[in-house]
């Protein structure tokens, strides 16, 4: 079963494809719930927790197994905002939220191109939003019946996106 009984305070993953939004509902659902953010990204240039730099995809090669030992006792603690744009590597048993963000292309293409993205990047992260790729991901890796799709279109999304999981999370028990 992915709930874990022992923990006080619910885990949740907030995955999406880059730009949809996952650092600011993170950090604004972190503040709203006392929940820990942890984003991942800037754990792994932390720690380095990475084999070295991908030239073409232009990020840093994220080690997972190393990443899953880092946050391994803190998750079993609970209430954690994880912040990633992957899903899979986790260990099922850690969440019990998984959050998909999903954005419309043309507003996610200007987000992505003011962040300086261009070329393979760009469109790679486009490719990935069309075909749904990381609400595919966690369907494949989590129970349905806690992964949540939210829109993240525009600034009103984000205001009822952490009104609706800030009641979810006041409202969770642990499994007894
Ligand atoms: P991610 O962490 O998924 O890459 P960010 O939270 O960094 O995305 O958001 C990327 C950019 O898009 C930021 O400038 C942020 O302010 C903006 N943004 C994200 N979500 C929304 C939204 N729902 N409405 C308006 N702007 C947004
Ligand atoms: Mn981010």
Known sequence: MAQDSKRSRPNILVTGTPGTGKTTTSTALAESTQLRHINIGELVREKNLHDGWDDELE???????????????????????????????????????????????????????????????????????????????????????????LKSDTIEDITRNIAILTDWVRNWQPRS
């Not at 899903?87 to 292309?105: A, G, H, K």
């Open 59 to 149: 990020c840093h090669v994220i080690n997972e197994d190393l990443v899953c030992d880092e946050l391994e006792d803190i998750m079993e603690q609970g209430g954690n905002i994880v912040d990633y744009h992957g899903c899979d590597f986790f260990p099922e048993r850690w969440f019990d939220r998984v959050v998909v963000l999903q954005t419309e292309n043309s507003v996610l293409y200007d987000r992505l191109t003011k962040r300086g993205y261009t070329g393979a990047k760009l469109t790679n992260n486009i490719e990935c939003e069309i075909f749904q790729v990381l609400l595919e991901e966690a369907k494949e890796s989590y129970p349905e019946d806690i992964v949540l799709a």
